[in-house]
């Protein structure tokens, strides 16, 4: 009797080692996967069931960190894409149509990276999803689209940095030491139109007013989803000054000069193209008034400056 009582102990023993032992295996995938569940939330709009993402990514800084200090020789730039970039690239960039907008955080410096680091510990996770949250469900109830919009949240430490749209359906939120729960949500409008705006349509043929006119119908949808919000300001003054010297570009495949133009500077003012963009679409509006948010978003940008015969302005 003792000896069976011994041998039905010892199957006992055995088969609960190796209950826990699949157990361990089975609550301890690989690290690169138990991070990405780890800062990945999925949701839906409570009533449209339309579908959202938000990816934490500044919280795999703490991976970089660690790595960073245990092989002090590796290329810091190397551990930041292995162990931040690697793990979030399919989500937050892979097949994105405007991936150059996304250099700022595929390739940063040693020295931004550390900087990037320290802000990224002082991100509040509670309130920055919740103020994402917001944002994209009042966006999506002036523009609603079937694919899923995710946004995956970097730190950055250049207080001029804020988000970008890296092509339908992926924004990147450049988290800034200046970021309010205002300013989310307005920015999250503005991009989630970018977003939207590219699943619609496409830039085309990259003019320089084609590039302006993108800005500004986000512009203007910011304004729309947010009134009060006065994030992106705009000059409705028509400067024939300032339009002389861009006249003659709108229809360059000019990137460079598409971008100094909308930020400004060289003898424009600051973000003057982000103003002279929303000028466009309001005067293609103001003639229109009944055209809905999803067909101006769908037209071509040549559309909404001959038939909002925005030249009139300057004549």
Same mark, same amino acid.
């Given at each position: 009797?003792?000896?069976?009582?011994?041998?039905k102990?010892?199957?006992?023993?055995m088969?609960l080692?190796?209950?826990?032992?699949a157990? %361990?295996?089975?609550?301890k995938?690989?690290h690169?996967k *138990?991070d990405?569940? !780890?800062?990945?939330v999925?949701f839906e $709009?409570?009533?449209?069931?339309?579908?959202?993402?938000?990816? $934490?990514?500044?919280?795999?800084?703490q991976?970089?960190?660690?790595k960073?200090?245990?092989?002090?020789?590796?290329?810091?730039?190397d551990?930041?894409?292995?162990?931040?970039?690697?793990?979030?690239y399919s989500a937050c960039?892979e097949?994105?149509e405007?991936?150059n907008m &996304?250099?700022?955080v595929?390739?940063?410096?040693?020295?931004?990276l550390k900087?990037?680091?320290? #802000?990224?510990?002082?991100i509040d *996770?509670e %309130?920055?999803?919740?103020s994402?949250?917001?944002? #994209?469900?009042k966006?999506?109830?002036?523009l609603s689209? !079937?694919n899923?919009?995710?946004?995956?949240?970097?730190?950055?430490t250049?207080?001029?940095?804020n988000?970008?749209?890296?092509? %339908?359906?992926?924004?990147? %939120?450049?988290?800034?030491?200046?970021?309010t729960d205002?300013s989310?949500?307005?920015?999250? =409008?503005?991009?989630? $139109?970018?977003?939207? &705006?590219?699943?619609?349509r496409? *830039?085309?043929? !990259?003019k320089?007013?084609?590039?302006?006119?993108?800005?500004g119908?986000?512009?203007?949808?910011?304004?729309?989803?947010?009134?009060d919000?006065?994030?992106?300001?705009v000059?409705?003054?028509d400067n024939?000054?300032?339009? &002389?010297?861009?006249?003659a570009?709108?229809?360059?495949?000019? #990137? $460079?000069? =598409?971008?100094?133009i909308?930020?400004?500077g060289n003898?424009?003012?600051y973000?003057?193209?982000y103003?002279e963009?929303?000028?466009?679409v309001?005067?293609y509006?103001d003639l229109?008034p009944?055209?809905?948010?999803?067909?101006?978003?769908? #037209?071509?940008?040549?559309?909404?400056?001959?038939?909002?015969?925005?030249?009139?302005?300057?004549?």
């Amino acid at each position: 009797m003792k000896r069976m009582n011994y041998v039905k102990g010892f199957v006992v023993l055995m088969m609960l080692c190796f209950i826990l032992s699949a157990c %361990a295996q089975t609550e301890k995938p690989s690290h690169e996967k *138990r991070d990405v569940d !780890n800062i990945t939330v999925s949701f839906e $709009h409570p009533e449209t069931k339309q579908p959202y993402k938000i990816v $934490h990514a500044y919280e795999l800084f703490q991976n970089y960190t660690e790595k960073v200090e245990k092989d002090p020789d590796r290329s810091p730039l190397d551990v930041y894409r292995k162990e931040v970039i690697d793990p979030v690239y399919s989500a937050c960039f892979e097949n994105g149509e405007y991936i150059n907008m &996304a250099e700022t955080v595929l390739n940063i410096t040693p020295k931004q990276l550390k900087e990037n680091q320290l #802000l990224s510990e002082k991100i509040d *996770r509670e %309130a920055t999803e919740k103020s994402i949250k917001e944002g #994209l469900f009042k966006s999506s109830e002036f523009l609603s689209t !079937n694919n899923e919009t995710t946004v995956c949240v970097f730190p950055a430490t250049d207080v001029n940095a804020n988000m970008v749209t890296i092509g %339908a359906g992926k924004i990147t %939120a450049l988290y800034n030491k200046y970021y309010t729960d205002e300013s989310i949500r307005a920015i999250i =409008a503005h991009e989630y $139109h970018h977003s939207v &705006a590219a699943e619609k349509r496409p *830039r085309g043929e !990259n003019k320089v007013l084609d590039h302006l006119i993108f800005e500004g119908r986000a512009v203007m949808f910011e304004k729309l989803v947010y009134p009060d919000l006065n994030f992106t300001r705009v000059d409705l003054d028509d400067n024939k000054v300032y339009w &002389a010297d861009v006249a003659a570009d709108l229809d360059k495949p000019d #990137l $460079h000069r =598409a971008l100094d133009i909308i930020r400004g500077g060289n003898g424009l003012p600051y973000q003057y193209g982000y103003s002279e963009g929303y000028k466009m679409v309001k005067s293609y509006l103001d003639l229109h008034p009944n055209v809905s948010i999803e067909e101006w978003t769908a #037209l071509s940008p040549k559309e909404i400056f001959e038939k909002g015969n925005y030249l009139e302005n300057y004549q």
